[in-house]
């Protein structure tokens, strides 16, 4: 599948289905329910973003992960995947390999991360891996989200920033960082079990009244372990 510029201007429950591999040259608005089967690779030119106001259900398995990552032609990293409003509750990402993104800047907003949940309730991330971000690698800005066994491995800035959300994190794994870890800001609350914070400049770092409980959680090897 090859998809060019298509932009959708109203929302419809209509479920577009992406399988095999697909092809993103340019970005793209979708304002409907997305389906990912399991095995499909996704690839996406030098900053091209895909923003989705609608409920995102990518279910991959250990032998077939769904791949999204940069297309063969890149040589700059591509911009980000965003799952969007309130449309989109239940969003759910499984057995998911994503790499090589960055973000999306336009004048009113700004995703800085190569994956963006925003504004969306009850997004579940599970046996997923994060690589190589050009920026953040996950951000969830005024939602509510849940992590199991995930990894993010060599972030540009922060493997998970959170900011006015509440997220639960079960043994995920943190590896080099360049900036934090999980930065927790602007009001979150956070939940981490049984998950390590390795090679990071700062494991964990709580401000703007959010709260984070850490409970059995390994920091190894950062710079700076934990800052409030």
Request: hydrophobic share 40%.
């Given at each position: 599948?090859?998809?060019?510029?298509?932009?959708?201007?109203?929302?419809?429950?209509q479920v577009e289905v992406w399988s095999g591999v697909v092809?993103?040259?340019?970005?793209?608005?979708?304002?409907?329910?997305?389906?990912?089967?399991?095995?499909?690779?996704?690839?996406?030119?030098?900053?091209?973003?895909?923003?989705?106001?609608?409920?995102?259900?990518?279910?991959?398995?250990?032998?077939?992960?769904?791949?999204?990552?940069?297309?063969?032609?890149?040589?700059?990293?591509?911009?980000?995947?965003?799952?969007?409003?309130?449309?989109?509750?239940?969003?759910?990402?499984?057995?998911?390999?994503?790499?090589?993104?960055?973000?999306?800047?336009?004048?009113?907003?700004?995703?800085?991360?190569?994956?963006?949940?925003?504004?969306?309730?009850?997004?579940?991330i599970k046996n997923s891996t994060f690589l190589r971000s050009?920026?953040?690698?996950?951000?969830?800005?005024?939602?509510?989200?849940?992590?199991?066994?995930?990894?993010?491995?060599?972030?540009?800035?922060?493997?998970?920033?959170?900011?006015?959300?509440?997220?639960?994190?079960?043994?995920?794994?943190?590896?080099?960082?360049?900036?934090?870890?999980?930065?927790?800001?602007?009001?979150?609350?956070?939940?981490?079990?049984?998950?390590?914070?390795?090679?990071?400049?700062?494991?964990?770092?709580?401000?703007?009244?959010?709260?984070?409980?850490?409970?059995?959680?390994?920091?190894?090897?950062?710079?700076?372990?934990?800052?409030?």
């Amino acid at each position: 599948i090859h998809i060019m510029g298509l932009v959708d201007t109203s929302y419809s429950r209509q479920v577009e289905v992406w399988s095999g591999v697909v092809e993103f040259a340019e970005s793209r608005v979708i304002r409907h329910p997305i389906k990912i089967e399991a095995g499909a690779d996704l690839r996406l030119a030098e900053g091209v973003s895909i923003l989705i106001e609608g409920r995102v259900t990518a279910i991959g398995n250990v032998d077939a992960p769904i791949q999204i990552r940069p297309s063969e032609a890149s040589v700059g990293p591509w911009g980000t995947f965003a799952i969007l409003s309130e449309k989109a509750n239940g969003s759910e990402l499984d057995f998911v390999e994503m790499s090589g993104g960055s973000g999306l800047k336009r004048d009113l907003y700004e995703y800085s991360a190569m994956l963006s949940v925003h504004d969306v309730k009850d997004v579940t991330i599970k046996n997923s891996t994060f690589l190589r971000s050009n920026l953040d690698a996950l951000e969830a800005d005024i939602s509510r989200i849940k992590i199991v066994d995930t990894e993010f491995i060599d972030s540009g800035n922060d493997a998970l920033d959170l900011m006015t959300t509440k997220a639960e994190v079960e043994r995920i794994k943190l590896v080099r960082s360049r900036d934090k870890g999980i930065s927790v800001g602007e009001d979150s609350d956070l939940d981490v079990v049984d998950s390590v914070f390795e090679e990071n400049e700062i494991g964990l770092q709580a401000k703007d009244s959010s709260v984070a409980r850490l409970t059995n959680v390994q920091m190894r090897r950062n710079r700076l372990a934990v800052d409030a």
